[in-house]
């Protein structure tokens, strides 16, 4: 009877794991479409202004911009982002020593200084008076 009960989550899970892709990747685009419209709106907006102050060069470049950003395929652009990204290794590696030297300079360096100790203070007696 137990192998009976998982083999029905099996085939359930089966079935339910497409449908719940579906199900993302779907609201995904629409959600990818959705910034697409409203960043080529915009753009388009921007346009606009820049036209209006004579500014056409800049005008015209927008809507290629604008233009540039309609795909059918909302992951395009996740080559290129993924190249830039790996060349650009020196910005995601942490810093070495020597390079850490020659940004620092002038500052002083609190990593190799020890805190300072303070003295205790004694109690003071109750036969001390206070200075005036």
Do not use: C, H
């Not at 697409?36 to 907006?45: F, Y």
């Not at 606009?48 to 909302?74: H, V």
């Amino acid at each position: 009877m137990f192998k009976g009960i998982q083999w029905f989550i099996e085939r359930i899970v089966e079935r339910m794991i497409p449908v719940i892709g579906t199900m993302f990747s779907s609201s995904a685009e629409t959600l990818q479409a959705l910034g697409q419209a409203e960043q080529q709106s915009r753009l388009e907006d921007e346009a606009r202004k820049y036209e209006a102050d004579g500014k056409t060069e800049i005008a015209n470049a927008l809507r290629q911009r604008a233009a540039r950003l309609t795909s059918d395929n909302p992951a395009s652009q996740s080559v290129q982002i993924f190249e830039n990204v790996a060349n650009d290794e020196q910005r995601l590696l942490p810093p070495t020593a020597s390079s850490r030297e020659g940004e620092t300079t002038g500052l002083p360096n609190l990593v190799d200084q020890r805190p300072k100790r303070r003295r205790k203070q004694s109690a003071p007696s109750g036969n001390e008076q206070p200075e005036l």
